[in-house]
């Protein structure tokens, strides 16, 4: 009988199939979706795509990083900039965000990697605050009390609130797609399977000779250039930015580790999972406040404590299930010897 | 002289810093835990000394006795409850179950305070100065700074003299050899958290008689704490205090050619530090 590997199992064929009609009916969203649903979404998209992004540095790089509000704030600003003060088109602006993300995000990696572990964490939370404390110092940008888009920028997206809208949304959406797409891509590739192999054992991956420092550099600084595109969106939305907001450890760190430990860390289904029980938790028990806020904390710390992998992994240990062709699994193999 | 005054001044704040510091030291050193809630637990030690100094008409120095006592406490419950549950190879459960105390602690604050500042009243001794020569320092500055040198040779006595410190040692070194020489691993990690707290409520203490403080100002707190420690260099507990000065000193200086560079300095200073002498400027142990 013949060996053969595949990643794909009869799940993730017809998740694909399933995924493809939703992606279509997501798409169609502003012509079926009212005003209101709509910004819910894209909030939703943006911070599925900061969850996904954030497991990746941390579950899978082992980069547990308590500073991509760094990112996020750099990318809101570096937009706001770039359209206001440099007078790009919006549409121009957002890939120049990427590419300043990765550039900047550089030398700082190499700089902050001489931390390690839990030490390497409050380090990425000095340079948030760096940042923080450098754009409250720019005037042009509004210093310490930040700014707000001027409407003719707003204006040059669309014709009219509805199309405005509708473009923000599939934004939104569209990085969404691109940031799981790149992470489903770096997981399949070489780089992933180093990826892979040092999530699950760091020492035995170096010691088949995966570059440690190298993957960990790449993911770092691909992770932020993508972080600082999604916080251009964000900022994008809310059309008015401030050091406060945009560097907030809360609302771009504390709540995207929660979504990602909740759904489970180090799966690719987790923080997705986990994103829509965030949102389905903020939706009805948002009223509770800063309540809401400890339940969520106490939650993950139960989780953290007697359930580590998180819904997710918890599913997928009992059943197998994975949605996403990631796993290599061997097939022809004896059943006796499985 | 003003340059003077604010090296002077730098230095004692340093004194500040190193008590932030120590507490961090003190639990990385026995069991190579980072305690990401440190900050927000030096927050609450302030208003645990507001909460007795109200109700009991005490003055916050001498609601230490009470303070003191009451975060060891803290400490020891939660290392035995909740930490000592997260010890082990991976790095990630300590890490994320700290952060998620931090986020707890902060919105509990806020429950029972509200977000508005609160400042510890100590009475005349917060304005008495006395004068060196051509300057005007502080009594509780000099108080802090001394108290710092004074807690950190303490630690460091506790640390090489006493039958607890070869206990934290031996533990650090190896866990499991230690459990075999009849040392409670859960025990003794437990007597170190409760120690870290201690200091801490020092630390709490006179920060809040220092400034004003509100349930968020905990993460800034973390972060000197843990310039400090870098820039000394892990495990070091004097290394702790010259950290401590030489980020109180980057900030006076820093606010000295504007105010608005305070924080920014310290940070700057910690990253140069960094980038020169990764592993601080006198280090004893590998991180």
Do not use: C
């Not at chain 1, 059309?239 to 504390?254: C, V």
């Not at chain 1, 938790?281 to 139960?302: F, H, K, P, Q, S």
């Not at chain 1, 599913?315 to 290599?328: A, H, K, T, Y």
């Not at chain 2, 030291?25 to 809630?37: D, E, Q």
């Amino acid at each position: 009988m013949s060996l053969s590997v595949t990643r794909r199992t009869r799940l993730s064929t017809a998740w694909l199939f399933v995924l493809v009609p939703i992606v279509i009916l997501l798409i169609a969203a502003p012509w079926w979706a009212g005003r209101a649903d709509l910004r819910l979404m894209g909030e939703i998209a943006l911070y599925m795509s900061l969850a996904v992004l954030w497991n990746l540095l941390a579950g899978y790089a082992g980069l547990v990083s308590v500073g991509q509000q760094a990112y996020v704030g750099f990318g809101g600003y570096l937009f706001f900039a770039l359209t206001m003060l440099a007078g790009l088109h919006p549409f121009a602006a957002l890939p120049l965000v990427v590419l300043a993300g990765f550039v900047i995000s550089a030398p700082v990696a190499v700089l902050i990697f001489r931390l390690r572990g839990a030490y390497f964490a409050i380090g990425t939370w000095v340079v948030a605050e760096v940042f923080r404390l450098s754009f409250a110092q720019i005037s042009s940008l509004g210093g310490g009390s930040g700014t707000s888009l001027s409407p003719s920028i707003v204006r040059s997206l669309a014709d009219g609130r509805d199309a405005r809208e509708a473009v923000a949304w599939w934004l939104a959406l569209g990085a969404g797609m691109l940031v799981i797409g790149a992470v489903v891509w770096l997981l399949r590739s070489r780089q992933g399977v180093a990826l892979t192999a040092i999530r699950d054992n760091e020492l035995a991956a170096r010691s088949l000779g995966i570059d440690i420092w190298r993957t960990k550099f790449t993911v770092y600084v691909v992770v932020s250039g993508l972080t600082a595109l999604i916080g251009a969106l964000i900022f994008l939305q809310k059309l008015r930015i401030s050091p406060d907001a945009a560097f907030s450890a809360n609302d771009w760190t504390a709540f995207v580790i929660f979504i990602v430990v909740i759904g489970g860390i180090g799966t690719l289904e987790g923080p997705i999972l986990g994103t829509l029980v965030f949102f389905a938790l903020r939706e009805t028990l948002a009223d509770l406040g800063t309540l809401y806020l400890i339940a969520l904390g106490v939650v993950a710390i139960v989780i953290m404590l007697f359930a580590p992998r998180g819904l997710w992994g918890f599913l997928r240990d009992r059943w197998g299930v994975e949605l996403f062709p990631l796993s290599r699994r061997v097939s022809g193999l004896a059943k006796k010897e499985a | 002289m003003d340059w003077l005054n604010a090296i002077v001044q730098g230095t004692l704040l340093g004194g500040l810093y190193a008590l932030f510091a120590a507490g961090l030291s003190l639990i990385f050193g026995v069991m190579r835990l980072v305690n990401i809630a440190h900050g927000d637990l030096i927050v609450l030690s302030a208003y645990v000394a507001l909460s007795f100094s109200v109700s009991l008409g005490l003055n916050p120095l001498l609601a230490l006795v009470l303070v003191v006592p009451t975060m060891a406490l803290v400490g020891y419950a939660l290392q035995r409850l909740i930490l000592n549950r997260t010890m082990g190879e991976d790095i990630l459960p300590p890490l994320l179950v700290t952060f998620g105390l931090s986020v707890i602690l902060q919105n509990v604050l806020l429950m029972g305070y509200s977000a508005d500042p609160q400042n510890l009243q100590a009475g005349a001794i917060e304005t008495a100065s006395v004068s060196l020569g051509p300057l005007a320092v502080g009594v509780m500055p000099v108080m802090v700074f001394v108290t710092a040198v004074v807690v950190i040779a303490a630690l460091q006595w506790m640390f090489y003299r006493t039958a607890l410190g070869r206990a934290f040692r031996a533990t650090s070194d190896r866990q499991d050899v230690a459990q075999l020489m009849g040392l409670n691993r859960a025990h003794v990690f437990g007597l170190a958290m409760a120690l870290s707290l201690a200091v801490t409520a020092l630390a709490g203490v006179f920060l809040g008689i220092r400034t004003a403080f509100d349930p968020a100002a905990g993460g800034t707190r973390l972060i000197f704490g843990f310039e400090a420690v870098i820039i000394g260099g892990l495990g070091n507990l004097w290394g702790t205090l010259a950290g401590g000065v030489i980020l109180g000193v980057a900030q006076t200086l820093g606010a000295k050619i504007d105010p608005g560079y305070q924080i920014l300095a310290g940070h700057i200073a910690f990253l140069i530090i960094l980038a020169l002498r990764p592993r601080g400027l006198f280090p004893r142990i590998d991180a």
